[in-house]
């Protein structure tokens, strides 16, 4: 796969968030919203650390959770979007 995103997810600095459990609660001040997540969106706010490509993410859940690897790329990718367009999730500079 020649097209592999090497940008790396990072929380938005206006974000604030709390994992209990398996779930994870987001707020974004700026947005007036809360959301809640479920446990593999939790474990992807988790892994959105500045650290993670989008790549290094889905294998990740692979390993935790039954999907395959072309699926997990897709979701984690529209998922990362979403998040980035709803600015609760921003590009890491490094």
Known sequence: MSNIDI??????PSTASR???SDAV???PTENMVRMLNPVGSRIWQLTDGSNTI???AVTLTQEFEVDLPHARQSVAGF???LVDRNLLDWSES
């Open 55 to 57: 790549e290094d993410i």
């Open 19 to 21: 994992v209990f459990g």
């Open 26 to 28: 987001v707020i974004s």
């Open 7 to 12: 940008r790396r997810p990072i929380h938005h």
């Open 80 to 82: 990362v979007e979403d």
